[in-house]
């Protein structure tokens, strides 16, 4: 069993940054592979980044390519993502990851655990 808990969403000024970051309890953490998804009102679940268990490997949407930075620290148990240069269309609830069966998360990863999220607004 794992346990994902996010945090860090907020109000942002588009064109400012933020940091989510995702704690993970239960199995061994840095032996999988992490990903972040988000979900803005009235869309479909997207995938957003994904990271290897080493963090030797990452992977982005186009969409946030760029501006967006996927990392972790496996001494701490947390992934993080950077996020830069923030649009308003990039307003969406941000969820945390986690593909147990495989040690990089991509865009095809089944999902085994999930967060509950975190809010994160861009103004414009």
Known sequence: QVQLVESGGGLVQAGGSLRLSCAASGRTFSRYGMGWF??????????????S???GTTLYAD?????FTISRDNAKNTVYLQMNSLKPEDTAVYYC?????TTVFTPRSRVDYWGKGTLVTVSS
């Open 63 to 67: 969409s946030v390519k760029g501006r």
């Open 53 to 55: 268990w080493s963090g």
């Open 97 to 101: 990851a986690a593909d147990t069966d």
């Open 38 to 51: 988000r979900q803005a009102p009235g869309q479909e679940r997207e995938f957003v980044a994904g990271i």
